[in-house]
């Protein structure tokens, strides 16, 4: 399996942690299919932490599913999910317990994957919780994507390290479709600002075949569920979700769809900005460099413009381009934009044909230099053809 574009679909942690069950996995695939999500791209349904019984089945010393939780196992489970046209997706860690102290799969990374296997598992996530201090990252990693190769089914490799070891360095070599290159995020702005800023100069690292893994979305938690902090705005979620798609960030829900406002799945299905995100060249986004960014009044805001308002871009196929103007700052700020900054100079003779992917909206075409003003924690993201 390679994946071409970053994987879609949804997470349990974010909002249910711990308290994962039957009823409620069945209610979420039913409401990815009733809200259109699976029919916008979102296909794997994926159950987090904490799933297991507290230790191995004695005879056979394979993980088993707890029988309160999931009374007719996992594989009824993945039949569930698979009879709605979705995915089914499990996790796993590559330390000796997992991140909530359950069965992981340290030293049985062959006969889990064969388990997963048997319960028709499309997608694994590996986290990195309590791992002996002597195996470095790459050695854990490829182990399970060897013992995943071998398990007779095509599972997606969903490394989560949370960016230790120098993970851009080797994540691709152990056959893993995605890898976490950050901590958790919570429900707040700063949480999502700082994961964004933290992750610029590895984006060049994204590529079909391992995409660079942001963490779960929080659009539509309100403060809700298991991550702690007070929630977004829906301004703020807006943001993040148009960020994720600029950077090529697979597209995991964590909030609770069950209780998605049409709002929230307005947004979350925006066909622009999925366009953007599963483009088929996969391309990074990069931040065009200004040489300063202003103040509303359009006074020079020199010091920490950097981290208050950023221009990224991303080239797509089909002669498009995405422009994404995002405001981090706690005030209203002028963006500023000089073309050929992304490497499109006025003597070219060529602009940008833009569409508001929230609007719909078409400006019309820009050339040499534009700014916009962006409220507090607002963005903007234009959907473009190169143009003369």
């Given at each position: ?21 039957d ?40 993980i ?17 999910v ?48 309590n ?85 779960m ?20 979620y ?9 950077f ?6 964590g ?45 020079a ?6 981290d ?44 940008l ?18 700014y ?17």
């Amino acid at each position: 399996m390679l994946s071409r574009t970053p994987p879609m679909g949804f997470n349990t942690w974010n909002t249910f942690g711990e308290d994962i069950n039957d009823k409620v996995v069945r209610e979420t695939a039913d409401a990815m299919v009733d809200l259109g999500l699976r029919d916008a791209g979102y296909e794997y349904l994926v159950i987090d932490d904490c799933w297991s019984e507290r230790e191995r089945d004695p005879v056979s010393g394979r993980i088993i599913a707890d029988h309160i939780k999931f009374p007719d196992g996992m594989k009824a489970v993945g039949d569930y999910v698979h009879s709605k046209g979705l995915k089914f997706g499990m996790y796993s860690c590559a330390g000796t317990r997992t991140c909530a102290n359950y069965p992981s799969s340290f030293d049985h990374e062959f006969i889990d994957a064969e388990t997963f296997a048997e319960f028709g598992v499309d997608f694994l996530k590996y986290d990195y919780c309590n791992r002996p201090a002597h195996h470095h990252g790459d050695l854990l990693y490829r182990k399970m994507g060897m013992a995943l190769k071998a398990c007779g089914r095509d599972i997606l490799f969903s490394a989560c390290n949370w960016g230790a070891d120098d993970v851009h360095n080797w994540i691709r070599s152990t056959g893993a479709h995605m890898y976490r290159s950050t901590g958790d995020i919570n429900d707040s702005f700063p949480s999502m600002r700082d994961i964004v800023c933290s992750q610029i100069e590895y984006l060049p690292y994204s590529a079909p075949g391992c995409f660079n893994d942001i963490d779960m979305l929080t659009i539509g938690m309100y403060g809700k569920g298991n991550v702690g902090a007070g929630g977004c705005n829906d301004t703020e979620y807006k943001t993040q979700f148009a960020i994720w798609c600029m950077f090529s960030a697979p597209l995991m829900l964590g909030g609770d769809i069950r209780t998605f406002s049409p709002e929230t799945v307005k947004l979350v299905t925006n066909k622009d900005l999925i366009r953007i995100n599963q483009d088929e060249e996969g391309r990074p986004a990069f931040q065009s460099y200004s040489w300063i960014t202003r103040n509303a009044d359009g006074s020079a805001a020199y010091k920490a413009s950097g981290d208050k308002a950023k221009v990224f871009v991303k080239l797509l196929s089909d002669n498009e381009v995405a422009v994404m103007f995002v405001n981090f700052d706690d005030r209203e700020r002028r963006v500023d934009f000089y073309f050929e900054d992304m490497g499109l100079p006025v003597a070219s003779g060529y602009g940008l044909e833009m569409k508001d992917v929230f609007t719909g909206e078409n400006i019309g075409v820009k050339k040499d230099f534009m700014y916009r003003n962006i409220q507090a924690h607002d963005c903007e993201c234009y959907l473009c053809k190169i143009s003369k």
